[in-house]
């Protein structure tokens, strides 16, 4: 099966930093990737899917890129309300993996 | 406004059986597959098992793979997991997701989840 594996599993930055998260996957997964962000608490929300389309409603400050095994997810400008973990997961062929979890916090 | 109720969560022995329930509303229920995802503190979210729209798809997790069974009643606008032989590692918050699609594709809308907890 594909692993998936995210880095850093945890990072602080301040409010306005660009943040950028890193997901990669053992073989090659085309663009079937998607992001999500879970606040504490709550319940995951879907933010970007085939890697790098922007999920209706989500805020133009995150971005994703990548195909094949390498991906990132990147906050151009981290706002408070931007403290959640996120994680990344592969789709179009079962098992449908989710990477560790990254958890951004604000310095 | 598409909605999602898990219901069925509890206290198990080990060993023991639970049935989980989705209930879903405010889309075509029959036009997508569905999914069972679940969470724990220390292991982030594992995907556990999806039925595609027509149930001719049905794939889990390894680590429930011959314990659990999904299924879906089209009629009643639901879908099941079926847990038995639990164990302790299958103590979690058990989310019901919408698939974009009819098959594997990504979750666009999740339930609040039910707490399964497994211990004697």
């Known amino acids: 099966d594909i692993q998936m594996t995210q880095s850093p599993s945890s990072l602080s930055a301040f409010v306005g930093d660009r943040v950028t998260i890193t997901c990669r996957a053992s073989q090659d997964i085309s663009n079937y990737l998607a992001w999500y962000q879970q606040k504490p608490g709550k319940v995951p929300r879907l933010l970007i899917y085939?890697?790098?389309t922007l999920q209706s409603g989500v805020p133009s400050r995150f971005s994703g890129s990548g195909s094949g095994t390498d991906f990132t997810l990147t906050i151009s400008s981290l706002q408070p309300e931007d403290v959640a973990t996120y994680y990344c997961?592969?789709?179009?062929?079962?098992?449908?993996?989710f990477g560790g979890g990254t958890k951004v916090q604000i310095k | 406004e598409v909605q999602l109720v898990e219901s069925g969560g509890g206290l198990v022995q080990p060993g023991g059986s639970l049935r989980l329930s989705c209930a879903a509303s405010g889309f075509t229920f029959d036009d997508y597959a569905m999914h069972w995802v679940r969470q724990t503190p220390g292991r982030g979210l594992e995907w556990v098992s999806g039925?595609?729209?027509?149930?001719?798809?049905?794939a889990y997790a390894d680590s429930v793979k011959g314990r659990f069974t999904i299924s879906r009643d089209n009629v009643k606008n639901s879908f099941y997991l079926q847990m038995n032989s639990l164990s302790p590692e299958d103590t979690a918050l058990y989310y019901c997701a919408k698939d974009a699609g009819g098959g594997w594709s990504r979750f666009d809308y999740w339930g609040l989840g039910t707490l399964v907890t497994v211990s004697s």
């Open positions: 039925i595609s729209w027509k149930s001719g798809s049905i």
């Open positions: 997961q592969r789709y179009n062929i079962a098992p449908l993996t």
């Open positions: 085939a890697a790098s």
